[in-house]
């Protein structure tokens, strides 16, 4: 009963979480787009416990391994999944040290580079081209950042006081607190470290107090996540892919939220 408690309360707790930080509605398209070109044979492997890929796998009936490091997650995350017929394998492991004794016609991930270290980056480019055969395909959707976007907090402010009704506040907000916030020369930002920059914006009189209780949705996320220059972050999946197609979505964030087709070089 712990353990249902537990992964309820983390399925709870991620529906909270809107686009950007899982893929919208058009941005599920793009990867329907491409998974359901797979001959039937194929074998997906999908860092991360994402639910909308997982179910589009189930759709199109096909085999997919999730690789992550909590098999918590992984569980706690299927009850957002669609209650459908899934041939799903769960590999516990973490990316930047992932090995696998097969190899896979598609490797996805939603957001899976934008969460590692800016650091271990190129070790997970390595371990997914490791990963993939020859005439395999890498789906990834990674946010980008570009050098004329600059959000003052009078900029965040009025934003988020002239924001859409229709529209979330997560999905209205994110990119521009985030990159307010961003740490450029470490290229890293926790959800940890954003809460406590804007509490003390707050403190200071700069922030209203409904934007700083909004965000505490982030504040014990110690992950730091990396916004890197669409033409850095190019530079180094060049290293290791081939990129057939750059697509986004129709949402509000799309110009920071790139999907990448890839195939080895």
Known sequence: MQEIGWTEKVAKEWSQYKPPSRPSASEVEIFESRIKELPESS???LLGSTPEIRDLAAKYGL?????????????ALKLL????????????????????????DMIIGDCAITVVPYQDVEKVLNNIERALKEDGIVVQRIWVRHENQKYSLEDVVKI????????????????????????AERESLSGEELYQKM????????????LLDLFSLVRNHKTPNNVLLKKNLESLLEKYFKITNIEYGNDNFKENSSIYTMEKR
């Open 160 to 183: 988020f006081k002239e924001r859409p009704e229709n529209l979330h506040w997560y999905t209205s907000m994110l990119f521009p607190v985030l990159l307010h916030y961003y740490d």
């Open 199 to 210: 509490q003390k914006d707050y403190e200071d009189g700069k922030v209203p107090k409904e």
């Open 43 to 45: 074998h997906i492997l």
């Open 81 to 104: 999944t669609g209650n459908k017929d899934y041939n799903e394998g769960f590999s516990k492991q973490d990316w930047r040290e992932m090995e696998f004794s097969e190899k896979f």
């Open 63 to 75: 085999k997919i391994t999730i690789v992550d490091w909590s098999e918590e997650i992984f569980k």
